[in-house]
């Protein structure tokens, strides 16, 4: 898009070249989005509100770690066992970054549309 007039700019890739494919995903991109606005979210809060199993969250969880975007810490609450997850500073732009490049695709398809 350019900046004076809105419309797309012919020079620039296409916002969904810049998707990540590590955050966008539909697991990820919830996982980061309820630690952003968490702080710190327990393993079992996302693994009932993503509606995953615990297997899945910690497949997910191990790509995004692995990535840098979240830390993951383990300890005791009482006799039980418990996971937390952080967004990291790498995570943080990372989500801004693809929430940037989904707003682009939305203005684009609105555009089109004449909305």
């Known amino acids: 898009m350019t900046a004076t007039t809105g419309t797309p700019d012919p020079d620039a890739g296409h916002p969904v ?3 990540d494919e590590v955050v ?3 697991a990820r991109l919830g996982i980061l ?3 952003h606005e ?12 993503l509606e995953l199993t615990a297997g899945n969250l910690s497949k997910h969880l191990s790509v995004l770690e692995t990535a840098g975007l979240i830390e993951i810490q383990k300890g005791y609450e009482g006799r039980r066992g418990r996971t937390w997850i952080t967004l990291t500073a790498a995570g943080t732009t990372a989500l801004a970054d693809e929430i940037t490049r989904l707003k682009q695709l939305i203005a684009r398809v609105e555009t089109a549309t004449g909305q």
């Open 24 to 26: 966008h995903q539909r």
């Open 17 to 19: 070249t810049g998707l």
């Open 33 to 35: 989005t309820i630690a």
């Open 38 to 49: 968490a702080r710190r979210v327990e393993f079992g809060y996302l693994r009932t509100h």
